[in-house]
């Protein structure tokens, strides 16, 4: 599958065509998994490669108790490391799959399927962020179901319920510049794919602070589209980083809802920047 990027040249600016498949060699591939147990307990499993970097988390979404893992690895695609192994199934079945081992507090070895075409971010999967037209790109794969299973304590393994465990998978590259835009990205059905701008604000929590950071962090945003529909997106837990959050209000249909939201704070040369702000907000009809 192709799709137009639009890259810097300081001569031309020529748009040139890349491959969603051979580009995924650099940059960063993360999964969020919202995942129900054939008992009923339902949680939300990040995994994550940026460059050397693995990471994972388990948040119990009825608890709140939750784990994490950080490891370091040598590649991008089937990466393997001593707790993290992410592999495709084969070059011509489009399932893919991953396992994560964090010491003795949870692992998991998930099959992921896709089951809706590629969302490309911004429309085309380029957009402009800043001066310079420097150009981060992101697609992701927004409806996929999720089988495999779930080892609490190297005690207890449980199996996930495909038909309630839908899992996004996203891939970027590129750095964020100085100005940001806000926009989402929205697809409604197979077919329709919208960009819209929106205005955002914190609302009426003090937010989280790291301890380690001294960073503090919103736990509550305000969403304002043009065409006047509002959602109010809240973060459960005090997990920041990818957090996981409700979200309610209006928009195009739907009323209630769930999702991830990204934070990441950027420092040196862009000291006007508090934060910069993403979500994969699947809007649903409530956790079933």
């Known amino acids: 599958m192709d799709a137009i990027l639009f890259i810097l040249d300081q001569k031309t600016r020529v748009p040139s065509v890349y491959n969603l498949t ?34 994972s988390s388990l948040l119990n979404l009825d608890t709140l108790e939750y784990s994490n893992d950080l490891n370091y ?66 697609w992701s794969v927004p409806a996929s179901t999720t089988s495999g299973t779930l080892t ?70 305000e969403l304002r589209f043009e065409n006047g529909d509002v959602l109010d997106i809240k973060s459960l837990s005090d997990t920041v980083y990818a957090g996981y959050v409700n979200v309610s209000g209006k928009f195009l249909g739907q009323e209630v809802g769930f999702g991830v939201v990204e934070m990441i704070k950027l420092i040196g040369d862009y000291p006007d920047i508090k934060m910069c702000w993403a979500a994969c907000c699947t809007l649903h009809t409530g956790r079933e």
Request: charged share 10%.
């Open 22 to 55: 051979l580009d995924q060699t650099s940059g960063s591939h993360w999964t969020s998994a919202f995942l129900t147990t054939i008992t009923g307990a339902q949680y939300l499993a990040l995994s994550r490669i940026l460059g050397s970097i693995c990471k």
């Open 73 to 138: 690895g040598t590649a991008l695609q089937n990466a393997t490391t001593r707790t993290y192994q992410n592999t495709t199934a084969s070059s011509s079945n489009p399932a893919a799959g991953f396992h994560v081992s964090a010491g003795n507090d949870y692992a998991y070895n998930l099959t992921w399927q896709g089951t809706s075409k590629v969302l490309f971010n911004g429309g085309n999967a380029a957009f402009t962020l800043g001066p310079n037209f420097a150009n981060p790109t992101e």
């Open 152 to 221: 609490l304590s190297n005690i207890e393994t449980i199996t996930i319920d495909p038909a309630r465990s839908p899992s996004i998978w996203s891939y970027g590259f590129g750095a964020p510049s100085h100005q940001l835009y806000q926009f989402a990205t929205i697809r409604v059905g197979e077919e329709l794919h919208y960009v819209l701008p929106f205005d955002m604000e914190t609302r009426g929590c003090s937010g989280w602070t790291s301890p380690k950071s001294n960073i503090t962090y919103p736990q509550r945003w």
